[in-house]
Nanobody, 123 residues
Framework: QVQLVESGERLVQAGGSLRLSCAAS????????MGWYRQAPGKQRELVAA???????NYADSVKGRFTISRDNNKNTVYLQMNSLRPEDTAVYYC?????????????????WGQGSQVTVSS
C-alpha cells in the first residue's frame, strides 16, 4: 500500500498563487506517477497534472501555463505550484499516485488517493 499526505495553503484571492505538496510513503517503488486531480461542486473529478518518475508531465488544458507540477524523487514528494489562480480553480484537490496510463486515463483507475485539500480562490 501507498499512503499520500497532502499539505499546502488553501485560500487565496484571484490572481494569487498557492503551492500544494503531497508526500508518499509505504510501497512507493510500486508507483511511477504522481499527480493531482480536482473536483468542484457538482462536477466530475478531473485530472489537473501528472508527473512520472522520469519527469514527463501531463497537464489539463485549463491549467497549462499557470500550474507547474514537479517532484522530488528522493523525498517521494510531488508539488503543484498554482499561479494566476481563478475562481473557477476552486475545488477539492486530490493527490493521486499509481501507474501513468491508468492515472491519466480516469479517476476510477487511480491506485492511490490523498485525503483531499480544499482550495478556494476568492474573486
Amino acid at each position: 500500500q501507498v499512503q499520500l499526505v497532502e499539505s499546502g495553503e488553501r485560500l487565496v484571492q484571484a490572481g494569487g498563487s498557492l503551492r500544494l505538496s503531497c508526500a508518499a510513503s509505504g510501497r512507493t517503488f510500486s508507483i511511477n506517477t504522481m499527480g493531482w486531480y480536482r473536483q468542484a461542486p457538482g462536477k466530475q473529478r478531473e485530472l489537473v497534472a501528472a508527473i512520472t518518475t522520469g519527469g514527463n508531465t501531463n497537464y489539463a488544458d485549463s491549467v497549462k501555463g499557470r500550474f507547474t507540477i514537479s517532484r522530488d524523487n528522493n523525498k517521494n514528494t510531488v508539488y503543484l505550484q498554482m499561479n494566476s489562480l481563478r475562481p473557477e480553480d476552486t475545488a477539492v484537490y486530490y493527490c493521486a499516485a499509481g501507474d501513468y496510463a491508468k492515472l491519466v486515463a480516469s479517476p476510477g483507475r487511480v491506485d492511490y488517493w490523498g485525503q483531499g485539500s480544499q482550495v478556494t480562490v476568492s474573486s
